[in-house]
């Protein structure tokens, strides 16, 4: 009984803040408060990926090769660590060489952002 009060309280707390929480868009550019804050736009750019923007293909393409890699040396236990520690670190360089070419190749768009700023 005791939790499911402290778990009522904690959700109608979180609710609370959500609630209250603002969010600004370009028309409230300009904006001013009676604490002497006001609301700032501003345009930036963004790099949208929309075909892998977790880098699943690379950092698993990376992996095989590296663990292919890794297997070739060594024998018995130690073929099995050098496996596996090809396949981690294939993985990882398979995962920052398709960061890179999205990089590279990713669209970019101009978004408006604005936030509160305080004096």
């Known amino acids: 009984m005791k939790a ?11 609710i609370m803040t959500v609630a209250g929480a603002q969010t600004y868009g370009p028309q409230d550019d300009g904006r001013r408060f009676n604490d ?8 930036v750019e963004v790099q949208k990926n929309h075909r892998d923007p977790n880098r699943v293909a690379g950092t698993a393409v990376g992996a095989v090769v590296g663990g ?3 297997n070739q ?9 050098a496996t596996v520690g090809g396949a ?9 060489v398709q960061g890179n070419q999205q990089e590279t190749k990713g669209d970019r768009v ?3 952002r604005c936030e509160r700023v305080y004096p």
């Not at 981690?88 to 920052?96: L, N, P, S, Y």
């Open 4 to 14: 499911s009060r402290i778990a009522l309280s904690l959700g109608l707390m979180s």
């Open 73 to 81: 040396v060594g024998s018995g236990s130690g073929k099995k660590a």
């Open 36 to 43: 002497g804050s006001k609301v700032v736009c501003k345009n």
């Open 68 to 70: 292919l890699l890794g």
């Open 110 to 112: 101009v978004e408006s």
């Open 88 to 96: 981690i670190a294939g993985g990882a360089v398979g995962r920052k």
